[in-house]
């Protein structure tokens, strides 16, 4: 998969919000286009890491809240069985009283609403449990959708210097400035460094994605296996180039 798309989604925004604002007399000092290439890097990737710093606390207080919400949800859902409960073993009580049913009758009685009880303060656990699991699957994807949209806008910008040292070596190539020899060389080395970087991109986006604390089990099997089968391309398109 593409190393932007890595894992879950969610997070980014998209649009003009990615751009980085970068100052002009910075660019304008730099030496050739890798120094520019590199501001803008770091320009950006401040940009996102500011504006997305926001969605995650935005997003923990909205778990902690979801998690305050479900707990209280579970206690009103005991509370209502719980005086359904009293309700009836009030009016069980009063039946044996009046002798209306034997002993035996009331101890059956008592134990299907128990019984009763029992499911519905289970019941209530387990819903409050779904609760809080969906806050942090949420909680987690919005971690995980600032590691991607990092390494989009890596992967664009190493796209763009792939695309420009190509250019410059057919240019030097076509103007007779290298032989077939060496731009054969140049363009097959450049290819390389390119997919090592990549390559490297994906893993290292991967292990930063299973950091996500509050990843969930499925989800960081899933990376996981990608980060493994990632490691053994690698390793193996090494071996080839060597």
């Known amino acids: 998969r593409e190393e932007n798309g890595a894992g879950l989604s969610g997070g980014g925004n998209g649009g003009n919000d990615n751009k980085a604002t970068v100052s002009t007399s910075k660019t304008a000092g730099a030496n050739n286009m890798e120094e520019v290439r590199e501001i803008i890097m770091e320009a950006t990737r401040k940009t996102i890491e500011d504006r997305l710093k926001l969605v995650e606390e935005g997003s923990e207080e909205e778990m902690k809240l979801s998690a305050q ?24 009580d009063a039946s044996l009283a009046q002798r209306k049913i034997s002993q035996e009758e009331y101890a059956k009685g008592i134990e299907v609403l128990n019984e009763e009880m ?13 609760a809080i699991s969906e ?13 991607s ?40 080395d450049a290819k390389v460094r390119y997919e090592q970087a990549s390559a490297l991109a994906v893993i290292e986006s ?10 969930t089990d499925k989800d960081r099997e899933k990376a996981m296996r990608e980060l493994a089968k990632a490691r053994a391309d690698l390793a193996k398109k090494e071996a080839d180039d060597a």
Do not use: P
């Open 69 to 92: 919400y479900a707990e209280a949800e579970m206690a009103a859902a005991v509370a209502a069985a719980r005086k359904n409960f009293d309700k009836q073993k009030g009016e069980l």
């Open 118 to 130: 029992m499911a519905a303060e289970l019941a209530a656990e387990h819903e409050k449990n779904e």
């Open 135 to 147: 806050a942090r699957k949420n909680f987690a994807n919005a971690e995980i959708g600032r590691i």
């Open 149 to 188: 949209e990092f390494y989009a806008v890596q992967k664009s910008l190493r796209d763009t210097a792939y695309v420009e040292e190509v250019t410059a070596i057919e240019q030097e190539y076509a103007e007779g400035l290298i032989t077939k020899e060496e731009y054969e060389r140049s363009m097959y």
């Open 206 to 215: 991967l292990e930063k994605q299973l950091d996500a604390e509050k990843m």
